[in-house]
DNA sequence: TGCACATGCCTAAAACATTTAGGCAAATCA
DNA sequence: TGATTTGCCTAAATGTTTTAGGCATGTGCA
């Protein structure tokens, strides 16, 4: 009997592919199972459960998302980070969607607090290191600018801007000239 | 043997206040038919699948929310408008949360035509008609209120600006005054 | 009033997902 | 080599989805 070589890690990596593919909705235990060709029951072994694994995809894909954020933001400054780091969400959705979606599933406070949000936070407001903003307005903008990235993302993914002009491309570039004008020029009641 | 008075119209009621309650993932055909007290099978007679339900409650909800909006925008103008419309949004995604979910829930293109999707649009624009922008920076407006307010509720909801001053209601009423501030103020390359 | 028919909810059953318990064989290590 | 741990197995309980077919109830018509 030859065995799988199954782990915890090489399960989430294969349930992040698999998200992918069929959705992160559509993952479960039994479809990784049959990718692996192995009995369901041997996952459990390395999965405490389906909510288990959904959960670890998700840490895996916000990790992921950091790191490359951290990785585009590294030597950049104002607007250049603002794009550079908005195309890293936008490009990361599109190239991953099952991932991307995996990114909006509800964590625990005990997941949560393990995962990559708070570098998330963190190189939001660096970013905002460019803007002439103090507190608290640079938490307002670290959450529009969240609200932004992450709504207008959504919007696409679920194929609101397609098949109408101007394409969702030419909308993206001005929608981040936009709030760099914002950021610029915040207002102050 | 006395009739439960099932029809599709009671069952899509039902399943979004079931969708309110326990989150729009968690309702199924066998929960909704607990509800009613009857057989899971009975049920098959008004909805075509599980899929199908989840469809009607969506299609539901942005019926629902688009009415809220378009009595909030009933004579109202400029910063007014905008800030009723948001707050039609956000009060609808905090009183009904499972509802609101559902309006994120992936519709086919059939769906999407027949929902209330493009009364929203409609809407939207409506508002820009107090600012001064003409397509297609009209159009990049729109998508960026729509991802603004979409945005800023799902991770409201998703708890992200809990247990963290500013409080919520702060940053929403500051980033609406930049969205304002914005609009009349949009750059052009 | 009595009958015909459409409809509403039923039972039954198949297919698939989740999860637990316990067992045999392979890999690891003394 | 023998002991132990580990990996994947079988088996079984529980729950959801969906289809097929049946009986009873309510409605409409003579």
Redesign the pocket.
């Known amino acids: ?7 915890t890690e090489r399960l989430v990596r294969a349930g992040a592919e698999l998200a992918d593919e069929v959705g992160f909705e559509q993952v ?7 990718r692996f ?17 959904k959960t670890r995809i998700a840490l895996l894909a916000l990790e992921e998302l950091a790191d490359r954020a951290a990785e585009a933001l590294a030597g950049r400054a104002g607007k250049d980070a603002l794009t550079a780091f908005a195309d890293v969400y936008r490009d990361y959705a599109r190239a991953h969607p099952g991932r991307y979606a995996a990114t909006r599933h509800p964590l625990d406070a005990e997941a949560a607090a393990a995962s990559a949000g708070g570098r998330h936070a963190q190189m939001t407001r660096a970013i905002l290191r460019g803007y002439d903003l103090t507190e608290p307005d640079q938490t307002h903008a670290v959450r529009l600018l969240g609200s932004v990235f992450h709504g207008y993302v959504s919007l696409e993914l679920a194929g609101g801007f397609s098949h109408s002009t101007p394409d969702s491309q030419e909308s993206w570039t001005r929608v981040l000239d936009a709030l760099d004008a914002l950021l610029r020029n915040w207002p102050t009641p």
């Open positions: 009997m030859v065995r799988a070589g199954l782990s479960t235990v039994s479809a990784l199972a049959r060709d192995v009995k369901v029951a041997s996952l459990y072994s390395h999965l405490k459960s389906s909510q288990d694994l």
